[in-house]
């Protein structure tokens, strides 16, 4: 065979061999999200389903990412490998009350964990931002993006299942998890 003959059949390997590399998925791993302890982000792209490891014993959802309703047990889930998104769910996930410490041995004391929250009234119309909320949890607003009033009450709040504002008002907002 001639040099160029060799060259070519060596190119066309090389590209048959980049693109079953390319084939070949990487299981999806869990990344860290915030400045709480232990906390992931999990999503289901493209509307397949996928699986984050974490050490936990149960998850619950912080945040929902998606405009897809993330439920439990139908597009989102916990099992003895970690958590599980499916159908275009994503979200951020924290250790359920009971899902610390980790298998295998004691944990550290849990400091409350702080989760960030972006809730924004566009044309001063009320918005609903989905973030499971529990009893105890406290939320807070830490930084106004608009030059709207944002008054706790009366242009933002909030329900067990999420952050609300209204009239025009965008801000961050602090949720406070204690464990």
Same mark, same amino acid.
């Given at each position: 065979?001639?040099?160029?003959?060799?060259?070519?059949?060596?190119?066309?390997?090389?590209?048959?061999?980049?693109?079953?590399?390319?084939?070949? %998925?990487?299981?999806?791993?869990?990344?860290?999200?915030?400045?709480?302890?232990?906390?992931?982000?999990?999503?289901?792209?493209? $509307?397949?389903?996928? !699986?984050?490891?974490?050490?936990? !014993?149960?998850?619950?959802?912080?945040?929902?990412?998606?405009? %897809?309703?993330? @439920?439990?047990?139908?597009?989102?889930?916990?099992?003895?490998?970690?958590?599980?998104?499916?159908?275009?769910?994503?979200?951020?996930?924290?250790?359920?009350?009971?899902?610390?410490?980790?298998?295998?041995?004691?944990?550290?004391?849990?400091? =409350?964990?702080?989760?960030?929250?972006?809730?924004?009234?566009?044309?001063? $119309?009320?918005?609903?931002? =989905?973030?499971?909320?529990?009893?105890?949890?406290?939320?807070?607003?830490? $930084?106004?993006?608009?030059?709207?009033?944002?008054?706790?009450? !009366?242009?933002?709040?909030? %329900?067990?299942?999420? @952050?609300?504002?209204?009239?025009?008002?965008?801000?961050?907002?602090?949720?406070?998890?204690?464990?």
């Amino acid at each position: 065979m001639s040099v160029i003959g060799r060259v070519l059949l060596s190119g066309a390997a090389t590209v048959a061999i980049g693109f079953s590399l390319l084939a070949v %998925t990487a299981p999806l791993r869990a990344q860290q999200y915030g400045p709480g302890p232990g906390g992931v982000y999990c999503a289901s792209n493209d $509307n397949r389903f996928a !699986r984050c490891q974490v050490p936990w !014993r149960d998850a619950e959802l912080v945040q929902q990412s998606s405009k %897809t309703r993330c @439920i439990r047990d139908q597009t989102w889930g916990f099992d003895r490998q970690g958590i599980w998104v499916d159908r275009g769910c994503r979200g951020q996930f924290a250790p359920a009350r009971g899902g610390w410490p980790p298998y295998g041995g004691p944990g550290p004391q849990r400091p =409350p964990q702080q989760v960030r929250v972006r809730c924004e009234s566009h044309g001063s $119309n009320y918005q609903r931002c =989905p973030v499971e909320l529990r009893r105890d949890d406290s939320v807070r607003l830490v $930084n106004r993006l608009s030059s709207a009033d944002c008054r706790e009450g !009366r242009s933002w709040g909030w %329900t067990r299942d999420g @952050i609300w504002v209204d009239r025009g008002c965008r801000a961050d907002f602090v949720v406070e998890r204690r464990y």
